[in-house]
Protein backbone atom coordinates (compact mmCIF):
# COMPACT_ATOMS: atom_id res chain seq x y z
CA UNK A 1 0.00 0.00 0.00
CA UNK A 2 1.31 3.02 -0.96
CA UNK A 3 2.05 6.00 1.80
CA UNK A 4 1.79 9.98 1.29
CA UNK A 5 2.36 12.37 4.24
CA UNK A 6 -0.21 15.24 3.28
CA UNK A 7 1.09 18.85 4.74
CA UNK A 8 -1.09 21.80 5.41
CA UNK A 9 -4.05 20.05 5.99
CA UNK A 10 -7.58 21.47 6.59
CA UNK A 11 -10.63 20.14 7.95
CA UNK A 12 -12.09 20.44 4.32
CA UNK A 13 -9.47 18.61 2.37
CA UNK A 14 -9.31 15.48 4.95
CA UNK A 15 -12.96 13.57 4.24
CA UNK A 16 -12.19 13.51 0.62
CA UNK A 17 -9.26 12.20 0.57
CA UNK A 18 -9.85 9.55 3.07
CA UNK A 19 -12.73 8.34 0.97
CA UNK A 20 -10.97 7.95 -1.96
CA UNK A 21 -7.67 6.94 -0.77
CA UNK A 22 -9.44 3.77 1.29
CA UNK A 23 -11.12 2.87 -2.10
CA UNK A 24 -7.57 2.98 -3.63
CA UNK A 25 -5.78 1.39 -1.38
CA UNK A 26 -3.37 4.60 -0.42
CA UNK A 27 -2.51 5.60 2.93
CA UNK A 28 -2.61 9.80 3.65
CA UNK A 29 -1.15 10.03 6.90
CA UNK A 30 -2.56 13.82 7.98
CA UNK A 31 -0.19 16.65 8.84
CA UNK A 32 -1.31 20.47 9.56
CA UNK A 33 2.18 21.33 9.24
CA UNK A 34 3.24 23.31 5.79
CA UNK A 35 5.81 21.26 3.89
CA UNK A 36 8.90 23.53 4.40
CA UNK A 37 12.80 22.61 5.30
CA UNK A 38 11.75 22.92 9.26
CA UNK A 39 8.96 19.61 8.69
CA UNK A 40 10.12 17.66 5.73
CA UNK A 41 11.54 14.78 8.20
CA UNK A 42 7.51 13.93 8.52
CA UNK A 43 7.93 12.72 5.41
CA UNK A 44 10.92 10.22 6.10
CA UNK A 45 10.20 6.90 4.66
CA UNK A 46 6.69 8.00 3.20
CA UNK A 47 6.48 7.35 -0.99
CA UNK A 48 5.75 10.79 -1.78
CA UNK A 49 3.75 13.78 -0.16
CA UNK A 50 0.65 15.38 -1.31
CA UNK A 51 1.29 19.01 -1.29
CA UNK A 52 -0.43 22.77 -1.81
CA UNK A 53 0.38 25.87 -3.04
CA UNK A 54 2.23 27.70 0.22
CA UNK A 55 3.65 24.49 0.66
CA UNK A 56 7.67 25.45 -0.17
CA UNK A 57 9.51 22.56 -2.39
CA UNK A 58 12.48 24.12 -3.55
CA UNK A 59 15.35 22.66 -4.17
CA UNK A 60 16.34 21.92 -0.19
CA UNK A 61 13.28 20.25 0.64
CA UNK A 62 13.44 18.25 -2.41
CA UNK A 63 17.04 16.65 -1.65
CA UNK A 64 15.63 16.37 2.05
CA UNK A 65 12.80 14.63 0.14
CA UNK A 66 14.55 12.45 -1.90
CA UNK A 67 17.28 11.15 0.64
CA UNK A 68 14.41 10.68 3.18
CA UNK A 69 12.79 7.64 -0.07
CA UNK A 70 10.11 10.01 -1.39
CA UNK A 71 9.44 9.72 -4.71
CA UNK A 72 6.44 11.60 -5.82
CA UNK A 73 5.17 14.58 -5.15
CA UNK A 74 1.81 14.89 -5.64
CA UNK A 75 0.13 18.24 -5.70
CA UNK A 76 -3.51 18.80 -4.76
CA UNK A 77 -3.54 22.14 -7.12
CA UNK A 78 -3.12 23.27 -10.73
CA UNK A 79 -0.33 25.84 -9.96
CA UNK A 80 3.16 24.89 -9.73
CA UNK A 81 5.53 27.99 -8.81
CA UNK A 82 6.59 26.85 -5.46
CA UNK A 83 7.89 23.50 -6.96
CA UNK A 84 11.55 23.31 -8.17
CA UNK A 85 11.12 21.25 -11.53
CA UNK A 86 14.45 21.25 -12.58
CA UNK A 87 15.68 19.99 -8.91
CA UNK A 88 12.85 16.91 -8.96
CA UNK A 89 13.21 16.38 -12.71
CA UNK A 90 15.34 12.98 -12.61
CA UNK A 91 15.12 12.58 -9.04
CA UNK A 92 10.60 13.03 -8.11
CA UNK A 93 8.16 12.67 -10.02
CA UNK A 94 5.51 16.02 -9.80
CA UNK A 95 1.60 15.61 -10.75
CA UNK A 96 -0.70 18.01 -10.25
CA UNK A 97 -4.84 18.78 -10.59
CA UNK A 98 -4.34 20.63 -14.45
CA UNK A 99 -8.35 21.32 -13.99
CA UNK A 100 -10.64 20.88 -10.83
CA UNK A 101 -13.73 23.16 -11.51
CA UNK A 102 -12.91 26.27 -13.76
CA UNK A 103 -16.29 27.28 -13.01
CA UNK A 104 -15.86 27.25 -9.04
CA UNK A 105 -12.87 30.50 -9.39
CA UNK A 106 -14.56 32.15 -12.48
CA UNK A 107 -18.22 32.21 -10.44
CA UNK A 108 -15.66 33.26 -7.26
CA UNK A 109 -14.00 36.24 -9.63
CA UNK A 110 -17.40 37.15 -10.53
CA UNK A 111 -19.13 37.49 -7.21
CA UNK A 112 -16.20 39.59 -5.74
CA UNK A 113 -16.71 42.02 -8.41
CA UNK A 114 -20.37 42.26 -8.61
CA UNK A 115 -20.02 42.31 -4.32
CA UNK A 116 -16.95 45.38 -4.95
CA UNK A 117 -19.28 47.60 -7.49
CA UNK A 118 -22.65 47.55 -6.02
CA UNK A 119 -21.15 47.67 -2.23
CA UNK A 120 -23.25 44.47 -1.33
CA UNK A 121 -20.73 43.71 1.36
CA UNK A 122 -21.13 47.13 2.94
CA UNK A 123 -24.54 47.04 2.81
CA UNK A 124 -24.88 43.61 4.10
CA UNK A 125 -22.60 45.43 7.22
CA UNK A 126 -24.89 48.14 7.95
CA UNK A 127 -28.62 46.45 7.83
CA UNK A 128 -26.84 43.50 10.68
CA UNK A 129 -26.73 47.30 12.65
CA UNK A 130 -30.72 48.62 11.65
CA UNK A 131 -29.10 50.94 9.17
CA UNK A 132 -30.85 51.24 6.01
CA UNK A 133 -29.21 54.13 4.46
CA UNK A 134 -28.68 54.41 0.79
CA UNK A 135 -26.04 56.94 1.01
CA UNK A 136 -22.09 55.28 -0.21
CA UNK A 137 -23.48 52.39 -1.34
CA UNK A 138 -24.19 53.83 -5.41
CA UNK A 139 -21.95 51.35 -7.47
CA UNK A 140 -22.32 50.89 -11.66
CA UNK A 141 -23.57 48.53 -13.95
CA UNK A 142 -21.77 45.72 -16.10
CA UNK A 143 -23.48 45.98 -19.15
CA UNK A 144 -21.82 47.75 -21.74
CA UNK A 145 -18.78 47.84 -19.90
CA UNK A 146 -14.87 46.72 -21.32
CA UNK A 147 -13.39 43.46 -19.20
CA UNK A 148 -9.99 43.02 -19.96
CA UNK A 149 -9.07 39.00 -19.31
CA UNK A 150 -5.37 38.04 -18.86
CA UNK A 151 -5.10 34.64 -19.70
CA UNK A 152 -7.77 32.84 -21.41
CA UNK A 153 -7.14 29.16 -20.28
CA UNK A 154 -9.89 27.24 -18.56
CA UNK A 155 -10.75 29.46 -15.87
CA UNK A 156 -10.36 32.12 -18.08
CA UNK A 157 -12.84 30.97 -20.64
CA UNK A 158 -15.15 30.14 -17.73
CA UNK A 159 -15.04 33.92 -16.53
CA UNK A 160 -15.56 35.39 -20.34
CA UNK A 161 -18.62 33.14 -20.70
CA UNK A 162 -20.14 34.87 -17.18
CA UNK A 163 -19.35 38.07 -18.76
CA UNK A 164 -21.15 37.48 -21.60
CA UNK A 165 -24.02 36.60 -19.85
CA UNK A 166 -23.71 40.41 -18.66
CA UNK A 167 -23.60 41.96 -21.79
CA UNK A 168 -19.99 42.90 -20.95
CA UNK A 169 -17.45 43.94 -23.72
CA UNK A 170 -15.04 41.41 -23.70
CA UNK A 171 -11.34 41.82 -25.15
CA UNK A 172 -8.45 39.27 -23.60
CA UNK A 173 -4.12 38.46 -23.73
CA UNK A 174 -2.75 35.46 -23.95
CA UNK A 175 0.57 34.66 -25.11
CA UNK A 176 -0.87 31.73 -26.61
CA UNK A 177 -4.43 32.57 -28.13
CA UNK A 178 -6.63 29.88 -28.45
CA UNK A 179 -8.85 29.42 -31.53
CA UNK A 180 -12.00 28.36 -29.55
CA UNK A 181 -14.85 30.91 -28.21
CA UNK A 182 -14.30 33.66 -30.91
CA UNK A 183 -12.25 36.14 -28.19
CA UNK A 184 -11.16 39.32 -29.45
CA UNK A 185 -7.19 39.12 -28.37
CA UNK A 186 -5.66 42.36 -28.10
CA UNK A 187 -2.41 43.42 -27.14
CA UNK A 188 -1.54 44.02 -22.99
CA UNK A 189 -1.42 47.81 -23.77
CA UNK A 190 -4.63 48.02 -25.29
CA UNK A 191 -6.08 45.40 -22.70
CA UNK A 192 -4.63 48.08 -20.28
CA UNK A 193 -6.05 51.18 -22.15
CA UNK A 194 -9.82 50.26 -22.66
CA UNK A 195 -10.67 47.76 -19.79
CA UNK A 196 -13.07 49.25 -17.05
CA UNK A 197 -12.03 45.80 -15.58
CA UNK A 198 -9.32 43.49 -15.32
CA UNK A 199 -9.20 40.14 -14.24
CA UNK A 200 -6.23 37.78 -14.02
CA UNK A 201 -6.67 33.86 -14.84
CA UNK A 202 -2.81 33.33 -15.85
CA UNK A 203 0.10 31.21 -14.40
CA UNK A 204 2.76 32.79 -12.47
CA UNK A 205 5.52 32.65 -14.38
CA UNK A 206 8.71 35.06 -14.55
CA UNK A 207 7.35 36.42 -17.50
CA UNK A 208 3.89 37.58 -15.82
CA UNK A 209 5.54 38.39 -12.68
CA UNK A 210 4.22 42.00 -11.48
CA UNK A 211 1.82 42.17 -14.59
CA UNK A 212 0.38 44.95 -12.68
CA UNK A 213 2.42 47.38 -11.68
CA UNK A 214 3.42 50.98 -11.44
CA UNK A 215 4.26 50.93 -15.30
CA UNK A 216 1.66 49.05 -16.21
CA UNK A 217 -1.34 50.99 -13.78
CA UNK A 218 0.47 53.71 -15.62
CA UNK A 219 -1.38 52.40 -18.60
CA UNK A 220 -5.15 52.06 -17.20
CA UNK A 221 -8.44 53.76 -17.27
CA UNK A 222 -8.73 55.93 -14.20
CA UNK A 223 -11.27 53.96 -11.86
CA UNK A 224 -10.86 50.38 -13.43
CA UNK A 225 -11.28 47.77 -11.25
CA UNK A 226 -8.55 44.66 -11.04
CA UNK A 227 -9.37 41.28 -10.09
CA UNK A 228 -7.17 38.17 -8.94
CA UNK A 229 -8.07 34.71 -8.30
CA UNK A 230 -4.87 33.52 -9.66
CA UNK A 231 -1.25 34.22 -8.47
CA UNK A 232 -0.61 36.83 -5.86
CA UNK A 233 2.39 37.76 -7.50
CA UNK A 234 0.85 38.67 -10.64
CA UNK A 235 0.35 42.28 -8.90
CA UNK A 236 3.00 44.19 -7.30
CA UNK A 237 1.40 44.56 -3.64
CA UNK A 238 2.65 48.27 -3.36
CA UNK A 239 2.50 49.36 -6.77
CA UNK A 240 -1.38 48.32 -6.09
CA UNK A 241 -1.66 50.11 -2.56
CA UNK A 242 -0.22 53.32 -3.99
CA UNK A 243 -2.51 53.41 -6.65
CA UNK A 244 -5.38 53.41 -5.13
CA UNK A 245 -4.21 56.24 -2.49
CA UNK A 246 -3.99 58.08 -5.61
CA UNK A 247 -7.47 57.15 -6.69
CA UNK A 248 -5.86 55.36 -10.17
CA UNK A 249 -7.39 52.29 -9.09
CA UNK A 250 -11.00 52.36 -8.31
CA UNK A 251 -11.13 49.04 -6.46
CA UNK A 252 -9.31 46.26 -6.01
CA UNK A 253 -11.10 42.32 -5.50
CA UNK A 254 -7.99 39.89 -4.29
CA UNK A 255 -8.34 36.46 -3.65
CA UNK A 256 -4.80 35.69 -3.39
CA UNK A 257 -1.72 37.79 -2.04
CA UNK A 258 1.75 38.67 -3.07
CA UNK A 259 2.97 37.34 0.41
CA UNK A 260 0.17 34.84 1.50
CA UNK A 261 2.07 31.61 2.27
CA UNK A 262 2.56 32.95 5.81
CA UNK A 263 -1.11 34.27 6.25
CA UNK A 264 -3.67 32.80 4.13
CA UNK A 265 -5.69 29.61 5.51
CA UNK A 266 -4.77 30.50 8.87
CA UNK A 267 -6.60 32.55 11.83
CA UNK A 268 -5.08 35.09 13.05
CA UNK A 269 -8.25 36.84 14.39
CA UNK A 270 -6.42 37.12 17.39
CA UNK A 271 -3.39 38.54 16.50
CA UNK A 272 -1.53 41.73 14.93
CA UNK A 273 -1.06 41.33 11.31
CA UNK A 274 2.42 42.34 10.82
CA UNK A 275 2.41 42.36 7.04
CA UNK A 276 1.54 45.90 6.71
CA UNK A 277 0.88 46.20 2.95
CA UNK A 278 -2.12 43.55 3.47
CA UNK A 279 -3.30 45.32 6.63
CA UNK A 280 -3.43 48.57 4.75
CA UNK A 281 -5.04 47.24 1.61
CA UNK A 282 -7.53 45.58 4.26
CA UNK A 283 -7.95 48.76 5.40
CA UNK A 284 -9.36 50.41 2.27
CA UNK A 285 -12.80 50.82 1.71
CA UNK A 286 -12.95 49.68 -2.05
CA UNK A 287 -10.41 46.54 -1.72
CA UNK A 288 -12.13 43.35 -0.94
CA UNK A 289 -10.22 40.31 -0.04
CA UNK A 290 -10.64 36.71 0.70
CA UNK A 291 -8.46 34.51 1.97
CA UNK A 292 -7.76 32.03 -1.73
CA UNK A 293 -11.17 30.31 -1.26
CA UNK A 294 -12.42 30.92 -5.06
CA UNK A 295 -11.56 27.17 -5.60
CA UNK A 296 -13.38 25.87 -2.36
CA UNK A 297 -16.42 24.22 -3.46
CA UNK A 298 -17.62 21.06 -2.77
CA UNK A 299 -17.50 19.42 -6.20
CA UNK A 300 -14.07 21.28 -6.95
CA UNK A 301 -12.42 19.65 -3.92
CA UNK A 302 -14.06 16.36 -5.15
CA UNK A 303 -12.62 16.77 -8.35
CA UNK A 304 -9.24 17.02 -6.42
CA UNK A 305 -9.17 14.43 -4.46
CA UNK A 306 -10.13 12.23 -7.26
CA UNK A 307 -7.88 13.20 -9.66
CA UNK A 308 -5.18 13.16 -7.39
CA UNK A 309 -5.46 9.91 -6.37
CA UNK A 310 -5.86 8.52 -10.42
CA UNK A 311 -2.56 10.22 -10.73
CA UNK A 312 -0.69 8.51 -7.68
CA UNK A 313 -2.36 5.14 -9.00
CA UNK A 314 -1.18 6.24 -12.72
CA UNK A 315 2.87 6.30 -12.09
CA UNK A 316 2.51 3.54 -9.51
CA UNK A 317 0.88 1.09 -12.48
CA UNK A 318 2.62 2.83 -15.74
CA UNK A 319 5.47 4.59 -14.55
CA UNK A 320 4.30 8.00 -16.00
CA UNK A 321 0.87 9.96 -16.06
CA UNK A 322 -0.37 12.53 -18.29
CA UNK A 323 -0.55 15.28 -15.58
CA UNK A 324 3.31 14.97 -14.67
CA UNK A 325 5.43 18.33 -14.75
CA UNK A 326 8.29 17.26 -17.02
CA UNK A 327 11.43 18.41 -17.81
CA UNK A 328 12.85 16.04 -19.99
CA UNK A 329 12.02 17.76 -23.32
CA UNK A 330 12.19 21.05 -21.57
CA UNK A 331 8.60 22.42 -21.24
CA UNK A 332 6.75 21.89 -18.77
CA UNK A 333 3.32 20.34 -19.26
CA UNK A 334 4.05 20.03 -23.25
CA UNK A 335 6.20 16.46 -23.31
CA UNK A 336 7.60 16.01 -26.25
CA UNK A 337 6.68 11.90 -24.82
CA UNK A 338 3.06 13.18 -25.62
CA UNK A 339 2.39 11.58 -21.92
CA UNK A 340 2.81 7.87 -23.46
CA UNK A 341 6.13 6.97 -21.87
CA UNK A 342 8.21 7.69 -18.51
CA UNK A 343 9.75 11.12 -18.08
CA UNK A 344 12.75 9.79 -16.43
Not at 102 to 121: C, F, G, K, W, Y
Amino acid sequence: MPSYAFFDTKSYDRPFFERYGKKSGIEFRFFETRLTQDTVGLANGFDGVCAFVNDVINAEVLESLYCGGVRTVALRCAGYNNVDLHTAFGKIHVVHVPAYSPNAVAEHAMAMLLTSIRRIHKAYIRTKDFNFSLDGLTGFELHGKTVGVIGTGRIGRAFIEICRGFGMKIIAYDKFPTPEGGIDYVSLDTLFAESDVISLHCPLTEETYHTVCAETIEKMKTGVVIVNTSRGALIDAEALLDAIKDRKIGAACLDVYEEESDIFFEDYSGHILEDDTLARLISMPNVLVTSHQAFLTEEALDTIAKTTVENILELQTNGWCKNELCYRCGKTEVCSAARTGKCF
